[in-house]
């Protein structure tokens, strides 16, 4: 069994059991760029402050970089022996230069070690992340833009409700993941401060440049107290907490394109190669991509409830318990890339039926608004106009007609301020039109709202 790097104090070797149970190199080896370049950054640092010397320095930089060439290069076994990735650098290192490379270790705890490869980690994801949603963006506006004049119903409670422009619909989208972006992007100034330097929990008695590490490594400020920075994990919550707000938005929208592809509606045609079909069913195109990314909401949520629970009752400072957050950070990282991926190439190559959207808006009673409002022009109080457009549905209901077709005579009978122009008020197309306010769904405001977007997400 590999010795311990706090083996000193104790008088016989860790259970078997005991220790694979406490190790975490199986899924903390993921960490070793980070933690590599952390220690290069100390290293420097040690010899700056006359901590260690230069030549010492040298000798540990040049053979942590040897390292890091072997494990990128897959020539480096990553095992069980060591009890995480901490401990397998610095066994490496000893290896390679004997006992100066102990000396890397100077002034600084496994604790803030590890809080720095975890911020550096959840950086880069949050650097990815974004770019990934930026991208995804990019294929909302040419979607949106290549199908700028197709009319759809819109939907309350997903029953037909009034007629809006299909790239209205998918820059709402577009505005989720916006916001997405946004905090991603926001958490960077909670992530982005150095907690090395702040060793076990009560800092060191070393006299450390942490001010040359943080430049060094990308870091816009310090820890101001070493016994939260040791036992902090809200920029790993913070992560998943804005993971798990982006894959509500993700499912959401593959749920609309789960209806939208069925029969039922057949507003979208899905790709064949991001679909599946059935073992016994022959006929079957099964939106399986869709289905997973929305099932896989849950997955993520299930991490954000998993270190929530964790770091809930865990008194200052650092507990063994905080282990716990590297899967749940990891998985949820690689689900999230894993989701915008797929999604973002499936939507490069969706098309629509403008036809089976324009005839869905001719049913429903999409218009009924529009005639409340027409009537309200026309001087009537909108709650008389309301009254009196849900009693002209309900006749027209029972005969089995749409607006369009009643005749003037019939909405007459329900009210005489209603003359011939109604039926030109009635045109989706013309419903379209009114709606150029800010926001809204006309033409226009679309075409504003797709430029600002065009010019957000650099497409």
């Known amino acids: 069994m590999t010795k311990k790097v706090w083996g000193g104090r104790f008088t016989e070797n860790i259970n078997e059991t005991v220790d694979a149970f406490n190790s975490s190199i199986g899924f903390d080896a993921r960490l070793y760029a980070q933690d590599i370049e952390g220690s290069i950054a100390h290293c420097r640092m040690l010899a700056k402050q006359g901590i260690i010397s230069d030549n010492d320095a040298s000798r540990i930089i040049d053979a942590l970089v040897e390292i890091k060439r072997e494990i990128d290069r897959g020539e480096f076994q990553i095992n069980n022996d060591h009890e995480d990735i901490h401990s397998l650098v610095e066994k490496s290192l000893t290896d390679k230069v004997g006992m100066i490379g102990e000396k890397v270790h100077t002034a600084r705890s496994r604790n803030d070690q590890v809080a720095l490869d975890s911020r550096m980690y959840v950086r880069e994801a949050v650097n990815r992340t974004s770019e990934m949603i930026r991208e995804l963006q990019k294929v909302l506006v040419v979607l949106a833009e290549k199908n700028i004049e197709l009319i759809m119903p819109g939907y309350t409670h997903l029953q037909p409700a009034q007629p809006v422009l299909l790239a209205h619909h998918i820059l709402a989208?577009?505005?989720?993941?916006?916001?997405?972006?946004?905090?991603?992007e926001d958490s960077v100034k909670r992530i982005n401060i150095l907690p090395l330097g702040s060793a076990a929990l009560a800092g060191t008695t070393f006299d450390l440049d942490r001010e040359m590490v943080a430049k060094e490594l990308g870091f816009d400020a310090l820890?101001?107290?070493?016994?939260d920075a040791v036992s902090d994990r809200d920029f790993v919550i913070e992560y998943i907490f804005a993971s798990c707000v982006l894959m509500m938005h993700l499912s959401r929208m593959c749920?609309?394109?789960i209806l939208w592809s069925s029969r039922e509606f057949g507003y979208v045609l899905l790709p064949d190669a991001f679909c599946t079909g059935s073992s016994i069913m022959p006929q079957k195109k099964n939106p399986d991509v869709l289905e997973l990314v929305r099932g896989k909401t849950g997955r993520v949520y299930g991490n954000l409830?998993?270190?929530?629970?964790?770091?809930?009752?865990?008194?200052?400072?650092y507990n063994k318990d905080m282990q716990e957050d590297k899967e749940s950070l990891f998985d949820t990282v690689d689900t999230v890339e894993k989701c915008l991926t797929v999604i973002t190439m499936l939507l490069s190559k969706l098309s629509f039926n403008g036809a089976a959207m324009k005839k869905?808006?001719?049913?429903g009673f999409l218009m009924a608004t529009d005639l409340a409002d027409y009537l309200v022009n026309k001087g009537m109080t909108f709650r008389s106009a309301h009254e009196a457009v849900g009693k002209i549905v309900l006749y027209a209901i029972e005969r089995q007609k749409h607006l369009e077709d009643l005749s003037l005579e019939e909405y007459q009978g329900f009210s005489k301020q209603i003359t011939k122009d109604v039926f030109n008020w009635l045109d989706p197309a013309s419903a379209i039109k009114r709606r150029n306010l800010t926001g809204g769904t006309g033409s226009e405001a679309v075409r504003n709202a797709l430029s600002d977007a065009k010019e957000e997400a650099g497409s």
């Open 223 to 227: 820890s101001a107290n070493s016994m």
């Open 305 to 317: 409830m998993a270190i929530l629970t964790v770091m809930k009752g865990l008194p200052l400072t």
């Open 173 to 184: 989208y577009y505005q989720m993941f916006k916001r997405d972006r946004q905090r991603f």
């Open 360 to 363: 869905a808006t001719q049913d």
């Open 255 to 257: 749920e609309d394109m």
